[in-house]
């Protein structure tokens, strides 16, 4: 047995957890170039200029491009930044990352990009680098990659490295009490799936299967009470936990075919990247399961998928199809739309197809798909 387990230098975690920002930027630097909406950090800001931490603000809309990371460091630059502060979704804490990474490593972001650039290794440590997370699933505050959309590519790449994970990172549920129904639903089946994926997968270890067997128990016992009653704060709790640990299971194992279709298809269609991974996984869980019966039926992997079940439904005695059965309830319970409402139609299947093979998630994936399977899910899907 062979593994490795990294994540965050340091985790908060807790209701009012952000009170310890200020103190411990204090450690970290002068002068932080605060990435979020200029909404959700105005009082952060307030209280690192108490401390002594000048703030500059960098306010993004939607998800990080090339564009958007290359202004943020232009600013951190000129402002002599030596901290960057992550505060939002994952698309904030994935800018707020590669800015940290290109504030010490020079040269021009293609040579570090995957996919579409060299993907040359970092050689610096990234400047530190706080991730506060305001929602619950992306698990992206203890993740070593940060996405990055090429909107004139159709595509999302990712900048890589043990440097992209941050210094601290800063868990409050508190912040995530405001969120509306629709954004805890698909980002807490995001959480679900990086929970899922990374327990059946290839690269699956026993470190990795400890967070995801509590981070799922966190999700089936909280999601649908996060998403009827928001200000519910053990359910909110309970999803923070459940976000945190799949971030740290997907960054130590694996993840599998819903991610490998889901970044292919956020980068070709307008659609959230939760809600795509939300509508794939029961149909991907069950082309997984018919394909290990079929072609592996003594794979121990089929008993993990017994296993979830078992969590999920709360039944010692649930089979794999029950738990598909309880995540299609879910998403089903909490509006998950079919991919069709995105624009997503037969005619993209080929090129979707053609990229997610090649995907680092896709290689992760439990069993090897075949085209007529992988299609049979997309077809299910919308």
């Known amino acids: 047995m062979l593994f490795e387990f990294a994540t965050a230098n340091r985790i908060i975690f807790g209701p009012g957890a952000c009170a310890e920002l200020a103190p411990a930027a204090q450690a970290f630097g002068r002068c932080a170039l605060v990435v979020g909406s200029l909404e959700r950090t105005a009082q952060l800001r307030e209280q690192l200029r108490a401390a002594g931490v000048e703030a500059l603000p960098y306010p993004i809309t939607g998800e990080p491009t090339v564009a958007t990371v290359l202004e943020g460091l232009r600013i951190a630059r000129e402002g002599g930044c030596d901290l960057v502060i992550g505060i939002g979704g994952g698309s904030a804490l994935d800018a707020g990352k590669a800015i940290a990474a290109l504030l010490t490593n020079l040269g021009d972001i293609f040579e570090y990009l995957e996919v579409i650039g060299q993907g040359k290794p970092l050689e610096q440590p990234s400047a530190p680098y706080i991730a506060i997370p305001t929602t619950a699933g992306t698990g992206t505050e203890v993740t070593r990659n940060a996405v990055i959309a090429v909107p004139e590519r159709k595509i999302k790449v990712s900048l890589r490295s043990p440097f992209l994970l ?3 990172a800063i868990v409050d549920p508190e912040l995530t009490y405001s969120l509306p129904p629709s954004v805890t639903a698909t980002t807490g089946l995001d959480a679900l799936t990086q929970l899922i994926e990374p327990f059946v997968s290839n690269a699956a270890n026993p470190m990795t299967d400890a967070v995801c067997r509590e981070g799922m128990r966190c999700v089936a016992r909280s999601l649908s009470r996060a998403y009827q009653e928001g200000e519910d704060k053990d359910a909110r709790q309970d ?42 996984l029961p149909f991907v869980m069950e082309g997984n399961v018919r394909a290990l019966k079929s072609r592996l039926p003594d794979a121990p992997v089929l008993e993990r998928y017994a296993e979830i079940a078992h969590i999920l439904t709360e039944n010692a005695l649930a089979r794999a199809e029950d738990g598909i059965k309880w995540v299609h309830h879910l998403i089903r319970a909490v509006s998950i739309p079919p991919l069709s409402e995105y624009s997503l139609t037969a005619d993209a299947y080929p090129a979707i197809l053609e990229a997610a093979k090649k995907s680092s998630s896709m290689k992760g994936n439990p069993v090897e798909l075949t085209e007529q399977e992988l299609v049979g899910i997309l077809e299910q899907a919308c």
Request: charged fraction near 5%.
């Open 166 to 168: 941050p210094r601290l």
């Open 239 to 280: 999803m923070s936990v459940a976000s945190l640990f799949s971030g740290m299971a997907l960054t130590n194992a694996r993840l599998g075919a819903v991610h490998g279709f889901a970044s292919v298809i956020g980068g070709m269609f307008p659609a959230p990247h939760g809600a795509v991974c939300a509508r794939l």
